[in-house]
């Protein structure tokens, strides 16, 4: 299924009880789905870095930034801004980094390779689980506005979680993965409820 960002908000909206929108650009009781939606895209790739979304890992080389640091370190490397790098997941094979502002800095030579989480910005190709887990946290930021019955708020920011949790698990069995003793002996949901 090809999903658009007016779906997803529509799905957040059916999670609450209220009527669809056809363009981010309606204000049901005042809300701006157009700041509302990007801003939950993003907390919700962020907020998975153990494990990541598979929809917006991504690797790539970097190159080394023309000014040099003003600190210790030798070179410094700007986080890719296209697509735009959420959360920095791993730099491979170097062992010394720092991470100041959106460059990393080491004293490893060009091109260093990372691992990334990037901002979505075409929900064509998501996953159903990862367009579930946005609808639910829209529904989250949106319940408050919507709803004015405090139990029905509670269940719905309750049946969000669950859905976001229960989308992160379902996302990682769908992907190709290390063994769990790579993963340090721990299934997918000790995982996801240690810590």
């Known amino acids: 299924m090809a999903y658009t960002w007016v779906g997803i908000c529509n799905m ?3 999670r609450v009880g ?4 056809t363009a981010l650009t ?3 009781s005042g809300l701006d789905f157009s700041a509302i939606y990007q801003e939950a895209v993003d907390e919700i790739i962020s907020e998975n870095r153990e494990l990541g979304w598979s929809d917006a890992r991504k690797r790539t080389a970097l190159a080394v930034d023309s000014t040099a640091p003003d600190s210790v370190w030798l070179y410094r490397y700007l986080l890719p801004a296209s697509p735009y790098c959420l959360t920095l997941v791993e730099v491979i094979d170097v062992v010394d980094w720092e991470l100041e502002g959106r460059y990393i800095q080491t004293d490893a030579e060009t091109p260093i390779n990372i691992v990334y ?3 979505i910005s075409d929900p064509t190709n998501i996953s159903p689980h990862l367009a579930v887990a946005i609808a639910a946290r829209i529904s989250e930021k949106i319940v408050y506005r ?3 019955d405090k139990t ?3 269940a719905i920011l309750r049946d969000a979680e669950r859905d976001i949790l229960r989308a992160r698990g379902l996302d990682a069995i769908k ?3 290390k063994s769990q003793a790579e993963k340090g002996g721990y ?3 000790e995982r996801l409820t240690s810590g």
Request: glycine share 4%.
């Open 146 to 148: 919507l709803v004015q």
């Open 187 to 189: 299934s997918w949901v």
């Open 18 to 21: 209220a009527a669809p929108i």
């Open 26 to 28: 309606d204000k049901p």
């Open 12 to 14: 957040a909206l059916r």
């Open 117 to 119: 989480d990037q901002r």
């Open 175 to 177: 992907r190709k993965g």
């Open 152 to 154: 029905l708020r509670e």
